[in-house]
Structures are given as C-alpha cells and as structure tokens.
C-alpha cells in the first residue's frame, strides 16, 4: 500500500489493520512484556476517543498529550486521531513557558498526561487535564459516528523554536499516512519487521517514522519509556527487533558506552538496519559505528513540515557516506532564490513537493508564505547540493551559515573535522560577531571521559583538515551540547553559553 493507493484517515488505516490481521502485535512494552495487537489497539482507540468526547471535546478540536513514550502514549495519539480531533504535542522538555504558548495558541480543551507529567502543564491549565493510568479499555462513550477525512487537520506539533516563538505545524491525516509511507517503501518495512522507538512521540521522527510507518506498513513497535544506552541492545535483542531510529547524539552514547563498558550487540542475527535522521551524521562517526556493531546506517533527513522523512540512502544498491540519500514518495529538488531548480552539482535551498507537505502554520500565515513557494513547493531553509545520481549533500543552514570576511564558512564542514577526533562525541560550530571579520569562527564540544585532548590540539587539527581560516579560532568544552526534543545540537544558543 502507497499513500498514494490509500485516501483514507487514521481511523480507515486502524480499522484496516483490525480487520485483516487482528491478532499481530502491534505494541510491545518491553519493560512489561505486553503487546497489544491491532484489534486491541482499535478498541482502546474507541476508548480514548470516547473519553474525549465524554470531556466536551468536539471533533476538530486540539487536545493534547503530555505523556513520556510507551504503548499507552502511542494509543492516545492514535486514538485522538481516530476520534477526529487535533492532536497536539506537547514537548515535554520545552519549559513552562514553551508549553503555556503552546496551550494558549492551540486553544486546547483537554491534554491527555501521566501524573508525573501533570505538574509539568502549571498550576491553572487553561484546559483540563485527564490523568492515563492504568489498561485503556472499557464500555466508555464511543467516538463520534462521523469519520475523519484524509484532509481533516490531524496533528498539531510544535517546531522547537529556537530562534523564536515556536510555529505550530498543522498536518493532515492524509500527510501524516503519506510520511509514514515514505518511511515504509524507504526501509522496505513488512509485518515482519519490528521497530525500536527511543525517539519521543511529541517529536516528528518519533511519531511518524516509527509509529505510523509501522502502523502504515502492518509491522510492530517496541516503546520503552526512554531512550538507554544500557539497555538498547537488550531490548533488540528480547524483542525481535529488526530495525532501530535514533539522532547522531544517540550513536555517538552508543559508541561511548561500547568503548567503555564493552556492550555489543551479539546474536541479533535478525537486526536489519539502523536509521538516523534528525541532524547530519558524521562520516567518521558512521563508519566507526558500523565497523563497530556490523550494523547498516542508513542516514535520512526530514522535517516536521514534511511528517517526516523526504530523502534516505536505499536499502540496497549504493549507499553515500555523508548524503541523507535520495528521494522517496515525494519531489526535491535544490533551487536558486526565485525557487528556480537548479543544474545538478550546484549549491542552493533544498525544496519539497508531495503529499507529506504541511497545511501551514497555526495562527500564522506570514510563516505559512514565506514557507510555501509557488507550485506546492516547501522551502527546508537547508543549503545543498544534488549529484548526478539524485543524491542531496546538505551543506548548511541558510540562517547558520557563518560568514567571515565575506566569506560563506559551512559550520557542518568545522563539525566533520571535529568529529574525526575519537574523543569528540558532539561538536558544533558557530559564528560569533567580530570588529575584524564580522564574524569569527568558534565550536563546543563534549568531549569523552578521561581524554587527554586539549583545545589547542582539536583547533589544530581543523586547520590541518580546512586551513587556518576556516577553524576556529576559539574551542569551548562543555559537559553537554543543547539540545532540542529530537537530539538535534542547537547551535542558536552556543553563542550565549560560551561568553
């Protein structure tokens, strides 16, 4: 099945999935042990749909969940969708502040929570809040009898908005099944695979990629709480998993645990492949990961705007080191500033075109036009380039670029030669305002436990690898990088860190 073979919504999808195999596991929990098949998993979406309702909740509306990941997060999520109604994100780690905004600009009525996430929505919510606990099924109200379109607005998640008010993304269902799609024809997914989810449902790459690529695709979905670099392989291990989404951040815990306590992931004759998405992974960490653990990594990008994935490396035939890969399901292209395409090998903005692409952002359509170029194209704000095989090479940030002298300094070409130390396990580079050049080049790094690399060594070494004039000329160590819910560095408050 496609997306586009399916112009259904969520619920269609569900109620599928119930009907045609209603005794595979779905969900599984693995500190628990229980699984939830799809016929149990369209009861308890009944379930939460109808005590939705039972709160006032009109189909339409947003409510939100405030939840960590497991198996009864993710029935929440689908079991809004499939009651019709908005659902919205809530990042657990924005702050009170974000999460108030948030509340305030979705106008939501209600927010599904845990009862240690409850304090984390104040005092004096502007909505209510009803408390998950427990097995989510029973003779409660039953969702409204008019079903969801495919076009109906479906999630509402916020960008991390590091620069600035965060913009609320509006998917449709049928966006949503469509991003779930490319991720399934992407990694070849069949009932037959299991996935490990450690990315928050509240994050995109989460919820789309592995939660409803696995829905999409008929497979099954491991949902720890969180994310443990102690217990990742364990849990592939007991569980069958095949395939495994993580950011650049995790593989680099991964490394570092392997280094240091000797973990390995031994007798997973039945793991396909790793993903990584959300960031740009490093050449040199990939290699050493994949040399490491003798498993595939296949390096994807995509975007809230986009549910998710728009280009990856193909499961069989050539895979780029450094490249997020090609295009799957939709259009992209690399466009001049007219939003013209560009010839192949030439630098400009990354543009997408399909049926994953955004609404628009809630309550701001200034945003929603300058995000939305002529012909149904989105503008990523991501500089890269495309080979004459269709593969894209991101080189930058429009906003990040650094520029020295005049000069277009790319901050990823600093992080590469970073990231080429072993001891370095995050790095960023960023510019910072200077009378002599207008903008000077430095970087943070965390560096690994014990090392004995100092800052000298590290700024030597980009000058070894890009010149004296693109490394930096300062090198700041940090116990920890910041970091946005998805695991994405944030170098917009690098600057305001390291004075």
Known sequence: MTAA???GSIRDLVDRRADGA?????????????????????DRCR??????????????????????????????????????????????VAGRQTIDYVLADSGAKLVFCHEHTRDLLGDSPPCRTLVVAGEMAGTGRQPSATRPAASDPGLLMYTSGTTGTPKGVLLTHQNLIAGGTNTAIAHELTPQDRGLCVLPLYHINGLCVTLIGALVSGSGLILPQRFSVGKFWDQLRRHRGTWF?????????????????????????????????????????????????????????????????????????????????IA??????????????????????????????MLGYLNNPDATRAALAPGG??????????????????????????????????????DEALYSHPDVI???????????????????????????????????????????????????????????????????RLSDLTE
């Open 47 to 92: 379930f939460v749909a109808g005590q939705a309702g039972a709160q006032g909740v009109k189909p339409g509306e947003a409510v939100g969940y405030a939840m960590v990941n497991g198996t009864d997060t993710a029935t929440v999520i689908l079991g809004l969708l499939y009651g019709g109604y908005l659902a919205t994100a809530i990042n657990l």
């Open 328 to 357: 799957f399901g939709n259009e992209v292209i690399i466009a001049d500033a007219e939003h013209k395409e560009l010839p192949r090998g030439e630098e400009g903005e990354v543009l997408v075109r399909g049926r994953n692409i």
């Open 377 to 414: 194209w989105l503008r990523t704000g991501d500089l890269g380039r495309m080979d004459p095989q269709g593969y894209v090479t991101i080189t930058g940030r429009l906003k990040e670029l650094i520029i020295k002298g005049g000069e277009n300094i790319a901050p990823r070409e600093v």
């Open 22 to 42: 209603p005794d595979h596991i779905f969900l599984i929990d693995p500190d628990s042990g229980e699984t939830t098949t799809f016929a149990e998993l369209a």
């Open 5 to 7: 073979e399916f112009d």
């Open 245 to 325: 989404s993580v950011v650049p951040t995790q593989i680099s815990y991964l490394l570092n645990e392997a280094a240091a306590n000797g973990h390995d992931p031994k007798d997973l004759d039945q793991l396909r492949f790793g993903r990584s998405a959300s960031a740009p992974l490093s050449p040199d960490v990939q290699r050493t990961f994949e040399a490491q653990f003798n498993v595939p990594v296949i390096e994807t990008m995509g975007l809230t705007e986009t549910a998710a994935q728009i280009l990856s490396n193909p499961m069989h035939g050539t895979r780029k080191i450094g490249s997020p890969g």
């Open 426 to 492: 995050e790095a960023a580079a960023f510019g910072r305002s200077c009378d002599q050049y207008g903008q000077r080049v430095e970087a943070a790094v965390r560096l690994r436990d014990g090392t004995t690399v100092q800052p000298a060594d590290l700024i030597n070494l980009c000058r070894d690898k890009l010149g004296a004039f693109k490394a930096p000329d300062r090198l700041h160590v940090l116990p920890e990088l910041p970091k946005g819910p998805s695991g994405k560095i944030q170098r917009a």
